[in-house]
């Protein structure tokens, strides 16, 4: 009984604290067909898992209340076993087992199919840490950030250019481990408007914790326009504007070593994100960071400090160089 | 002090390993509360993410090799030979190896916390810091650098020594050793899932060892066993590990339900329930769990057919599973239940080994899993199964078997004080960890945003988590203050039916005055079938041989921490200094003279 009311007193905790939310993360809101077709494979093992909990809990309960020794209570019962029972309580789990094993394999195979032709391809290509998206068909390369059209199928072709990492954006499906040399696929078709967070899901070293990503959702016509703006070369600073000495500085800087920047000669560097559009991005540093002015600012002086382990050193340079840097990167819509 | 280096006695080795393992213990636990303490907050409160990630990779690693295991061992070591009427283990003196090569690799391992000055690294600590299971290509050179992954590869593998010496030991001393009239369904369960126990040892920790060796050879000599630039495969690591892994998982659980299966009977006053259907359960669990391993590698992208048929042996070993938890339940309907705290325990054990079950089913179907694998359900699941589950079940044997190791029983008012907050604080602590991982949730992350919304689920486990290591207090108490002042425990302080009953508390150093002949499965109770067993005569009617100590169980020890020290270091000249003790060591062991 006293455990009894632990219990109740638990789930009350749990509820209370539960509440709350939005839960940008949550596997629980599905917004794809894949998310839907493993939430309502979920949330059927769920209520078996809640039917033989109450079953097994109870009975476990019961007898523990019921044959608790009490005074000059009967002697108990030398009962070795019971075949019966044990048939019995062999082939109860089995059949439960079997209303849960057949939707299973059914799920898997329905969600292991490619998608159909036609469909959006994007290349995800995982970095420590960070995410490469690109778009093999309409010559889009983004990162951390992807744009998918509503009621599309998407397939995505996934790879790592260092550890493994894993692909998880819970509203859109379970999750994909990215290996170097392999290709792993997952395929979805996102059946609502907005934004879906995700991060990497397998430990993948120092800032596992920061490689975040964001699909965003949108109507074709959205996601046509994003895709038009980003197939362009950068934005050409105007003349005397503190953005065009900051691309002289890029230029002329560290920065090319490991960025590309379509439209200037000399950023063809490939080991960091691809940042032609870096300014169009709402998030920066493996979409941990606000893309504001000030967190641009502080990334570029000290990228360690805000992401530890990360491959971008400390740049240190006076502030007037970081301010026009800023001013350029924020430029690149 | 002599006698205890040199002992070969199984229950001075037994005491030591529990001492021991209780130290490491601690120690995970204390990595366990940083790291709840870093995730009360978003953003941490300011636990680098070097160091955190060392710490729950310490912690995994501590709690499964350093903690629980050896936790087992130290009932393995006092009970078993009791339990089957020895007056020792087959090989004492590799007993002790067995015992400090634990030691020594428990403590190499833990070096690394403090070593990072001797490697010239920027930070005191170089702990290993790639998860306890180490994905490769993480733990490759190019992406894991310093020592870190070398002290736990060389660690491991140390350990490993420890686990097979007495994993042969074990087997040898439980089929050969029996009183005579033990026949092997007259075992008890405990000594059973040992026994399980062991061949499963003998079989996993060489798979483990080839995988450590494989990464050896990519850290130390630039092969490409797990580098995929250089036609290597991570996922063969994947592949070695959880072939190792899972029938790890039995390796930790079964002596607990071997111990629960002993508590049960005697606190209910019933023999156990469906004995044979019990016993074959744990070695069916025993061979299953050697067909399981993918289930954890659906994220992996095996494909569907894998997918299907890994997802389908897991589903079958939930039944044998559920067969257990039914004939416990079956153990104590009709009984007599004296709630002691041992007995608490191992209700406490049942109760939450279900609902680790439970979660365990939905791992098991590979959709679901994919989205609840590598986040906080999984950790939650993993702790029902290995805290609630193994470490409820050892807590269980500590306070029945206590009173037989010291001869005094551990206290009944702290116990149940104890149980309640290990009872509360683990729900709290773990519960809240299936929300929080269904809500997004990774694992292994030093900070999350306050924008995910699990900011109060984390409170409230880490309240929980603190909660645990008031419990654990309450027990250290206990022990401290039973030391001199509990009840003294007499032969048989809760009327058990099995043989280490028979004996004083704790037992004389030839265990029994004559070995006794066994009638019955239950010997020390009167059945339908068969009489108590007769007490055995209070001094030996012939004076009885005990082997003496021996050093050379240590010194042989002692020569593997060396090796792993030089390859640590590079030096070529100390893995000769370390070969050269262990082949002295073991040469003289050999001729050692037969009495010392």
Redesign the interface.
Known sequence: M??HS??LL?LA??AA??C?????????APRSDLGA??DT??TS??W??VV??AI??G??LF??IR????EG??????????TA??IG??L???LI?VF??VP??R???A??APAPAGALRVEVIGH?WWWEFRYPEIGVVTANEMHVPLGKPVQLEMTSA???H?F?A?GL?????L????I??IAFTPDSLGEV?G????????????MRLRVFVESDSAFRAWAARQVTGAAVPSRGSPAERGQDLFAHGACIACHTITGVPQARGTVGPNLTHVGSRTMLAGA?LPNTEEWLRRWISNAPSLK??SLMPAMPLPDDQIAALVAYLQSLK | MKSWLTTTDHKRIGQLYFWTALGFFLIGGLEALVIRAQLAKPEGIGV???VY?QLFTMHGTTMIFLALMPLSAAFFNYIIPLQIGARDVAFPRLNAFSYWVFLLGGLFLNASFVAGPLFGAPRLSVAPD??WFG?A??TSRQ??PGPNIDFWLLGLQILGIASLAAGFNFIVTILNMRAPGMKLMRLPVFSWMTLVTQFLVITAFPVITVALVLLMFDRFFGTHFFV??GGG???LWQHFFWLFGHPEVYILILPAMGIVSEVLPTF????L?????VVYSGVLIGFMGWGVWSHHMF???L??IA??VF??TT??I??PT??K???W??T????????TTAMLFA?GF??MF??GG??G??H????????????YYVVAHIHYVLFGGTMLGLFAGMYYWWPKMTGRRLSETLGKWHF?LT??GM??AF??MH?SG????????????P????T??N??STAGAFLLGIAVLVFLVNLWWTRRRGEPAGNDPWQGATLEWAIPSPPPVYNFTVIPRVESRLPLWK??HHGAMAPLPLTPPTPIHVPGGSWWPLITAFGLPVIAVAAISHHLWLVFVGLAIVITGIYRWAYEPFEV
């Not at chain 1, 290996?179 to 392999?182: D, E, M, N, Q, V």
């Not at chain 2, 104590?332 to 709630?339: A, D, H, K, S, V």
């Open positions: 006293r455990r632990l219990l638990l905790a749990i604290t539960a709350g939310g939005p839960f940008p993360q949550t596997t629980l077709q493993v494979l979920f093992i769920f078996w898992a033989v909990f097994v809990e009975l476990l007898v523990i044959y608790r020794r009490r209570g009967p002697k108990p019962s030398a009962l070795h076993g019971h029972l044990e309580w062999t109860a789990p089995a087992l849960i094993a299973t394999m799920t898997i195979f969600t292991a420590q260092d550890v493994i894993s998880w819970p499906g379970g999750k994909r481990d290996t170097a040399g392999r792993t696929r967070a991060q990497c899901a397998e430990f993948c070293g120092a800032s596992h914790a920061n941990t530890p382990g | 680098s993410a070097e990630n790639a998860g994905y290509n993480l992406f894991s995929p630039a495969d991570p996922i209910s006053g019933k023999p329930f469906g004995y044979t259907v994220s992996v992208g494909g569907p997918d299907s997802s389908a589903m079958l939930a039944v559920g067969v938890i039914f004939n339940i079956g104590m309907w009709g009984g007599q239940i004296r709630f209700v049942i109760a279900i609902i439970l979660s089913v939905s098991a179907s590979p959709p679901a899993d994919l989205q609840q694998t590598d986040t309640w009872f509360v729900n709290l519960f809240p929300f269904l809500l997004g949730m990774p694992r292994r992350i030093y900070t999350y945003g924008e995910l919304g699990v109060r689920l409170q409230v059945t339908e």
